[in-house]
């Protein structure tokens, strides 16, 4: 069982990268522990930035050293970074298109013991409302790594959501990936993984669900699927860790080919994967589309896992609800 969480991959990332890149910069909101980000103001103290309980200046701060010719990567607990420093977000990093990383640390229900005010159940919608913002959430420490290594090599802006602990492993090290794509775990058929994690849609029969899924929600849907074969229902499983900029492209063809498309996500129904998921599928090739989210209400509290068997977000409840609704 992995217990690496996928911000150490992103610790590990940058690690490796400040050694030849002068110009990554890590700036924390009193919160480098809570990020896996010690290590890193340890071995580069003259690129690290800790700002305290500040997250608008920690944002604005990033900004500027953006303009500066920097490579500013901010963390901040999810719940504070896309709440409290939100106009800072829209205004100082997406409107005026600054080389910022926004890393929203311990996201969705991470904290969950601490309740409603420590959830961000509501920042993939508020981020993605943003122009010029996009918006990532990773599903295991693998595909992290990957992502990070492509971000350092743009200079647009980015709010990434990872969450506080180990998710188990999807991926190998050579994880499947491109920017903006996303990967198809499996294909609906012979119900196994895809070599190199793209699908022959024109060599693609039917199928009977895609789920789409996001963050640590993906390995629920793997688990979902395989359930689900058991029964002899066909499953394509799709991770969307780009959910904006969205996949459009495969989400249509995996949807044309399905009878019914399910998405899984550790967010609020509203706005969030689910909503434009629905709103594509809509527009370009109407199906059923059912969203499992959390409630809008204020959630239980227990640890992550408790809280998403409550609420069927897990393999067992995707699965029912599969079967449920093809039924």
Known sequence: ???????????????????????????????????????????????????GIA???????????AKCGKKPFCF??????????????????AYSNTNVKLVGISGGISYGELGMSHH????????????NMRVYLPSDRFQTACMMKALLQDEKPAYIRV??????????????FEMDRAVVIR???AGEA??????????????????????????????????????GIRTLVLDMY?????????????????????????????????????????AQCPKKVINLALPDAPVITGKSQAVFDYYGLNGEGIAKTVVESLG
């Open 1 to 51: 069982m992995n217990k690496i969480p996928n911000r150490k991959a992103i610790c590990d990332v940058l690690l490796e990268k400040a050694k030849t890149d002068r110009d990554i910069v890590v700036l924390c909101s009193d919160s480098r522990g809570s990020a896996s980000m010690a290590p890193f103001f340890e071995q580069y103290p003259e690129q690290s930035v800790e700002v």
């Open 55 to 65: 997250e608008q200046n920690l944002v604005s701060i990033s900004a500027g050293l």
């Open 76 to 93: 901040s607990p999810a719940s504070f970074l896309s709440t409290r420093s939100y106009e800072q977000a829209k205004v100082d990093v």
């Open 120 to 131: 961000s159940a509501q920042d993939i919608a508020a981020m993605s409302a943003i122009p």
């Open 163 to 176: 969450g506080r602990n180990p998710v188990e492993d999807i991926y190998q090290e050579d994880c499947p």
């Open 187 to 189: 294909d609906g058929n």
């Open 194 to 231: 895809v070599s190199g994690g793209k699908m022959d849609w024109e060599q693609m029969g039917e199928v009977d669900v895609t789920i789409v899924a996001c963050g640590e929600m993906v390995r629920p849907a793997v688990r979902g699927a395989e359930l689900l074969k058991e029964k």
């Open 242 to 282: 780009c959910v904006k900029p969205l996949d459009t492209e495969s989400l249509v063809k995996a949807a044309e080919r399905s009878k019914l498309v399910v998405t899984a996500e550790e967010h609020s129904p509203f706005g969030g994967l689910g909503a434009v998921v629905s709103q594509v599928v809509a």
